[in-house]
Antibody, heavy 122, light 111 residues
Framework: QVQLQESGPGLVKPSETLSLTCTVS??????????WSWIRQPPGKGLEWIGY???????TYSPPLKSRVTMSVDTSKNQFSLNLSSVTAADTAVYYC??????????????WGLGTMVTVSS | QSALTQPRSVSGSPGQSVTISCTGT?????????VSWYQQHPGKAPKLIIY???KRPSGVPDRFSGSRSANTASLTISGLQAEDEADYYC???????????FGTGTKVTAL
Protein backbone atom coordinates (compact mmCIF):
# COMPACT_ATOMS: atom_id res chain seq x y z
CA GLN A 1 0.00 0.00 0.00
CA VAL A 2 1.43 3.34 -1.05
CA GLN A 3 2.21 5.76 1.75
CA LEU A 4 3.54 9.32 1.70
CA GLN A 5 5.58 11.05 4.40
CA GLU A 6 6.55 14.71 4.51
CA SER A 7 9.77 15.90 6.12
CA GLY A 8 11.55 19.21 6.61
CA PRO A 9 12.08 22.11 9.00
CA GLY A 10 9.12 23.16 11.09
CA LEU A 11 10.33 26.75 11.41
CA VAL A 12 11.46 29.05 8.61
CA LYS A 13 12.50 32.70 8.86
CA PRO A 14 10.71 35.38 6.83
CA SER A 15 12.20 36.00 3.38
CA GLU A 16 13.95 32.62 3.40
CA THR A 17 13.08 29.48 1.42
CA LEU A 18 10.81 26.74 2.73
CA SER A 19 12.03 23.29 1.67
CA LEU A 20 10.10 20.06 2.14
CA THR A 21 10.52 16.50 0.89
CA CYS A 22 7.91 13.79 0.43
CA THR A 23 9.03 10.17 0.54
CA VAL A 24 6.88 7.61 -1.28
CA SER A 25 6.88 4.09 0.12
CA UNK A 26 5.07 0.92 -0.90
CA UNK A 27 5.15 1.80 -4.58
CA UNK A 28 7.19 3.50 -7.27
CA UNK A 29 7.10 7.19 -8.03
CA UNK A 30 7.67 6.24 -11.69
CA UNK A 31 4.02 5.83 -12.57
CA UNK A 32 2.17 7.01 -15.64
CA UNK A 33 -1.28 7.61 -14.19
CA UNK A 34 -0.24 9.50 -11.10
CA UNK A 35 1.52 12.77 -10.46
CA TRP A 36 2.75 14.08 -7.15
CA SER A 37 1.33 17.17 -5.51
CA TRP A 38 1.72 19.62 -2.68
CA ILE A 39 -1.28 21.11 -0.91
CA ARG A 40 -1.30 23.38 2.12
CA GLN A 41 -3.74 24.41 4.83
CA PRO A 42 -3.22 27.52 6.99
CA PRO A 43 -4.34 27.11 10.59
CA GLY A 44 -8.13 27.08 10.80
CA LYS A 45 -8.52 27.59 7.06
CA GLY A 46 -9.18 25.61 3.91
CA LEU A 47 -7.03 23.67 1.48
CA GLU A 48 -4.91 25.30 -1.22
CA TRP A 49 -3.32 23.40 -4.10
CA ILE A 50 0.31 24.42 -4.68
CA GLY A 51 1.40 22.35 -7.66
CA TYR A 52 2.29 18.93 -9.03
CA UNK A 53 5.17 17.14 -10.66
CA UNK A 54 5.41 14.02 -12.83
CA UNK A 55 8.19 11.46 -12.46
CA UNK A 56 9.60 12.90 -15.67
CA UNK A 57 10.06 16.27 -13.97
CA UNK A 58 7.22 18.04 -15.75
CA UNK A 59 5.59 20.53 -13.40
CA THR A 60 2.45 22.63 -13.09
CA TYR A 61 2.12 25.30 -10.42
CA SER A 62 -0.78 27.26 -8.98
CA PRO A 63 -0.81 30.69 -10.69
CA PRO A 64 -0.78 32.76 -7.45
CA LEU A 65 2.31 30.89 -6.19
CA LYS A 66 4.04 30.19 -9.48
CA SER A 67 6.70 32.87 -9.09
CA ARG A 68 7.90 31.43 -5.77
CA VAL A 69 7.47 27.66 -6.21
CA THR A 70 9.92 25.07 -7.49
CA MET A 71 9.31 21.32 -7.37
CA SER A 72 11.72 18.53 -8.15
CA VAL A 73 11.71 14.73 -8.20
CA ASP A 74 14.39 12.18 -7.32
CA THR A 75 13.29 8.85 -8.74
CA SER A 76 16.31 7.03 -7.30
CA LYS A 77 15.14 7.91 -3.79
CA ASN A 78 11.41 7.75 -4.57
CA GLN A 79 11.06 11.32 -3.35
CA PHE A 80 9.77 14.63 -4.56
CA SER A 81 10.39 18.06 -3.10
CA LEU A 82 8.93 21.54 -2.69
CA ASN A 83 10.80 24.83 -2.47
CA LEU A 84 8.85 28.00 -1.68
CA SER A 85 10.94 31.16 -1.71
CA SER A 86 10.57 34.54 -0.02
CA VAL A 87 8.19 33.22 2.61
CA THR A 88 6.06 35.41 4.87
CA ALA A 89 3.77 34.69 7.79
CA ALA A 90 1.01 34.02 5.26
CA ASP A 91 2.87 30.87 4.25
CA THR A 92 2.45 29.37 7.73
CA ALA A 93 0.44 26.20 7.19
CA VAL A 94 0.28 22.45 7.35
CA TYR A 95 1.85 21.20 4.14
CA TYR A 96 0.58 17.94 2.67
CA CYS A 97 2.01 15.88 -0.13
CA UNK A 98 -0.53 13.86 -2.09
CA UNK A 99 -0.75 11.50 -5.02
CA UNK A 100 -2.85 12.85 -7.87
CA UNK A 101 -4.63 10.32 -10.06
CA UNK A 102 -4.72 11.69 -13.60
CA UNK A 103 -6.27 9.79 -16.47
CA UNK A 104 -8.63 10.72 -19.29
CA UNK A 105 -11.55 9.77 -17.06
CA UNK A 106 -10.37 10.28 -13.50
CA UNK A 107 -8.82 13.08 -11.52
CA UNK A 108 -8.42 13.10 -7.73
CA UNK A 109 -5.96 13.30 -4.86
CA UNK A 110 -6.27 9.69 -3.77
CA UNK A 111 -3.50 9.28 -1.19
CA TRP A 112 -2.27 11.91 1.27
CA GLY A 113 0.63 12.21 3.63
CA LEU A 114 0.03 13.01 7.30
CA GLY A 115 1.10 16.60 6.82
CA THR A 116 3.82 18.71 8.38
CA MET A 117 3.36 22.07 10.12
CA VAL A 118 5.61 24.86 8.92
CA THR A 119 5.72 28.14 10.80
CA VAL A 120 7.24 31.28 9.32
CA SER A 121 8.63 33.41 12.10
CA SER A 122 11.82 35.18 13.09
CA GLN B 1 -8.68 31.88 -8.79
CA SER B 2 -11.75 31.87 -6.52
CA ALA B 3 -12.50 29.01 -4.17
CA LEU B 4 -15.65 26.97 -4.72
CA THR B 5 -18.46 28.04 -2.39
CA GLN B 6 -19.67 25.68 0.34
CA PRO B 7 -21.94 26.32 3.33
CA ARG B 8 -19.94 26.93 6.47
CA SER B 9 -21.78 24.24 8.39
CA VAL B 10 -24.55 21.67 8.15
CA SER B 11 -26.01 19.49 10.86
CA GLY B 12 -28.42 16.64 11.29
CA SER B 13 -29.54 14.01 13.74
CA PRO B 14 -27.98 10.55 13.56
CA GLY B 15 -29.74 8.55 10.89
CA GLN B 16 -30.85 11.59 8.93
CA SER B 17 -29.52 12.62 5.54
CA VAL B 18 -27.49 15.78 5.05
CA THR B 19 -26.39 17.39 1.80
CA ILE B 20 -23.46 19.72 1.23
CA SER B 21 -23.44 21.96 -1.82
CA CYS B 22 -20.37 23.10 -3.74
CA THR B 23 -20.98 25.97 -6.14
CA GLY B 24 -18.52 26.84 -8.85
CA THR B 25 -18.71 28.14 -12.39
CA UNK B 26 -18.98 26.94 -15.97
CA UNK B 27 -15.17 26.93 -16.01
CA UNK B 28 -14.73 24.37 -13.25
CA UNK B 29 -17.59 22.36 -11.65
CA UNK B 30 -19.83 22.78 -14.67
CA UNK B 31 -17.14 22.05 -17.23
CA UNK B 32 -15.49 18.80 -16.16
CA UNK B 33 -16.49 15.48 -14.61
CA UNK B 34 -13.63 15.90 -12.16
CA VAL B 35 -15.29 16.91 -8.90
CA SER B 36 -13.94 15.19 -5.81
CA TRP B 37 -14.81 15.34 -2.11
CA TYR B 38 -12.54 14.98 0.91
CA GLN B 39 -13.32 14.24 4.55
CA GLN B 40 -11.03 15.72 7.18
CA HIS B 41 -11.25 14.89 10.88
CA PRO B 42 -9.61 17.33 13.31
CA GLY B 43 -5.82 17.12 13.21
CA LYS B 44 -5.88 14.55 10.42
CA ALA B 45 -5.10 14.56 6.74
CA PRO B 46 -7.94 14.78 4.22
CA LYS B 47 -9.32 11.51 2.87
CA LEU B 48 -10.81 11.02 -0.58
CA ILE B 49 -14.45 9.89 -0.35
CA ILE B 50 -15.89 10.78 -3.79
CA TYR B 51 -14.16 11.35 -7.13
CA UNK B 52 -15.26 12.02 -10.69
CA UNK B 53 -18.51 13.55 -9.35
CA UNK B 54 -20.07 10.32 -8.10
CA LYS B 55 -17.54 7.48 -7.79
CA ARG B 56 -16.61 6.00 -4.41
CA PRO B 57 -13.12 4.65 -3.67
CA SER B 58 -12.92 1.17 -2.30
CA GLY B 59 -13.67 1.10 1.42
CA VAL B 60 -15.81 4.24 1.53
CA PRO B 61 -19.30 3.49 2.90
CA ASP B 62 -22.13 3.69 0.40
CA ARG B 63 -23.95 6.23 2.58
CA PHE B 64 -21.69 8.79 0.89
CA SER B 65 -22.85 9.79 -2.59
CA GLY B 66 -22.07 12.58 -5.02
CA SER B 67 -23.97 14.35 -7.75
CA ARG B 68 -23.90 17.49 -9.87
CA SER B 69 -26.37 19.84 -11.48
CA ALA B 70 -25.02 22.59 -13.73
CA ASN B 71 -22.34 24.46 -11.76
CA THR B 72 -23.20 22.99 -8.36
CA ALA B 73 -21.95 19.67 -7.02
CA SER B 74 -23.40 18.00 -3.96
CA LEU B 75 -22.31 15.46 -1.37
CA THR B 76 -25.04 13.55 0.46
CA ILE B 77 -24.52 11.55 3.62
CA SER B 78 -27.46 9.19 4.00
CA GLY B 79 -27.91 7.92 7.52
CA LEU B 80 -25.59 10.30 9.33
CA GLN B 81 -23.35 8.66 11.90
CA ALA B 82 -21.37 10.16 14.75
CA GLU B 83 -18.08 9.32 13.04
CA ASP B 84 -19.14 11.40 10.03
CA GLU B 85 -18.58 14.57 12.07
CA ALA B 86 -15.75 16.24 10.18
CA ASP B 87 -14.88 18.96 7.72
CA TYR B 88 -15.68 18.26 4.08
CA TYR B 89 -14.03 19.89 1.08
CA CYS B 90 -15.00 19.72 -2.56
CA UNK B 91 -12.44 20.12 -5.32
CA UNK B 92 -12.70 20.59 -9.06
CA UNK B 93 -10.39 20.58 -12.03
CA UNK B 94 -10.54 24.04 -13.57
CA UNK B 95 -8.60 23.83 -16.81
CA UNK B 96 -4.98 24.08 -17.82
CA UNK B 97 -4.38 27.52 -16.30
CA UNK B 98 -6.01 27.40 -12.89
CA UNK B 99 -5.81 23.62 -12.82
CA UNK B 100 -7.27 22.77 -9.40
CA UNK B 101 -9.53 24.64 -7.01
CA PHE B 102 -10.83 23.61 -3.59
CA GLY B 103 -14.05 24.54 -1.86
CA THR B 104 -14.24 26.69 1.25
CA GLY B 105 -15.07 23.70 3.44
CA THR B 106 -18.14 22.60 5.43
CA LYS B 107 -18.28 21.42 9.01
CA VAL B 108 -20.74 18.58 9.50
CA THR B 109 -22.19 18.10 12.97
CA ALA B 110 -24.27 15.17 14.19
CA LEU B 111 -26.70 16.60 16.74
Amino acid sequence: QVQLQESGPGLVKPSETLSLTCTVSGGSINTYYWSWSWIRQPPGKGLEWIGYIFYSGTTTYSPPLKSRVTMSVDTSKNQFSLNLSSVTAADTAVYYCARLLMTSSSFAFDIWGLGTMVTVSS
Amino acid sequence: QSALTQPRSVSGSPGQSVTISCTGTSSDVGAYNYVSWYQQHPGKAPKLIIYDVNKRPSGVPDRFSGSRSANTASLTISGLQAEDEADYYCCSYAGTYTFEVFGTGTKVTAL
